[in-house]
């Protein structure tokens, strides 16, 4: 599901919140804002690195797929079945064509596929992105933080995952976007007080509120962070109920994978229904 709200035009959004895919505003055949967020991240491959040479740069890059460093993240042996396997083993985010190399990431090509819905099955334009400030809400090794990037936007990503964080930093310096990206390795949760609020144009938020343990506080946050009529971009997995349920699953529950390997799935708190997100964002 993916939902939109804006922090002065909460009634006029209501509609679209609840049923989103009802109302398809087209801005241009189908296809049309998928092949142009490609093209826009084709920017991102080695002949247009600006401060590392090709070979350190995929000697860096490749090195880091694989390794676990649990001690880094500041975890003790005892606390690792309680954390995610994503926190402890490098995985790569998103796809990345780098030219020379190719990397296939966990969440595949969403970074694009997501922006794509956004733009197709809501009043937004990827021309509305540019000069605006922006929050992207975990950024994993910074396939969206990229994809902003490269449609104007300056962008604020934050990942709590220190490792991910420095992956994003470095592909940002590498690019020449040190002036246009900032990375911060923080929680969510830390996010308050002057130097947040009223401060971003758009807070873009997908893939990740379901990780929350307290998705209304996380909520809550990203509104305060908004300038008044500010936008707030959420996508979420859910369960299929026409009621406002949430499911409760927490942060022992694994749906697949094993141990050993450090392949499992899951890791949610809160499922929601469409209208259950819908409420929380109101």
Not at 173 to 192: H, I, M, N, T
């Amino acid at each position: 599901m993916a939902l939109e709200a804006t922090k002065k035009r909460a009634r006029k959004f209501r509609g679209w919140l609840a049923n989103p895919r009802d109302r398809v505003f087209n801005r241009g055949a189908k296809g049309e804002t998928e092949s142009a967020l490609r093209k826009h991240f084709d920017v991102y491959r080695a002949d247009n690195l600006q401060i590392v040479g090709r070979t350190e740069f995929k000697r860096h890059v490749m090195s880091r797929l694989g390794t676990l460093d649990a001690e880094a993240e500041g975890y003790r042996d005892a606390e690792l079945e309680r954390q995610r396997d994503l926190s402890i083993k490098f995985h790569w985010g998103h796809n990345h064509d780098f030219g020379d190399f190719q990397i296939d990431g966990r969440m595949g090509d969403r970074h694009i596929d997501l922006m794509t819905d956004f733009v197709d099955f809501f009043p937004i334009a990827l021309e509305d992105f540019r000069g605006k400030a922006v929050l992207d809400i975990g950024c994993w090794t910074g396939g969206t933080t990229l994809l902003l990037a490269a449609l104007g936007s300056n962008v604020v990503a934050l990942e709590e995952v220190k490792k991910y964080a420095e992956t994003a930093s470095f592909l940002a310096r590498s690019f020449g976007l040190e002036d246009q990206v900032v990375v911060e390795s923080a929680s969510l949760y830390g996010c308050r007080g002057e130097a947040y609020h009223d401060r971003f144009d758009v807070a873009y938020f997908p893939g990740v509120i379901y990780h929350l343990s307290d998705p209304v506080l996380g909520l809550r946050i990203l509104f305060n962070a908004l300038k008044p009529g500010g936008i707030l971009l959420v996508e979420s997995a859910g369960i299929n109920n026409a009621k406002p349920y949430c499911r409760f699953d927490g942060s022992m529950i694994h749906t697949s994978g094993n141990t050993a390997e450090l392949n499992r799935g899951g890791w949610n708190w809160f499922m929601p229904s469409p209208s259950a997100l819908a409420r929380m964002m109101r």
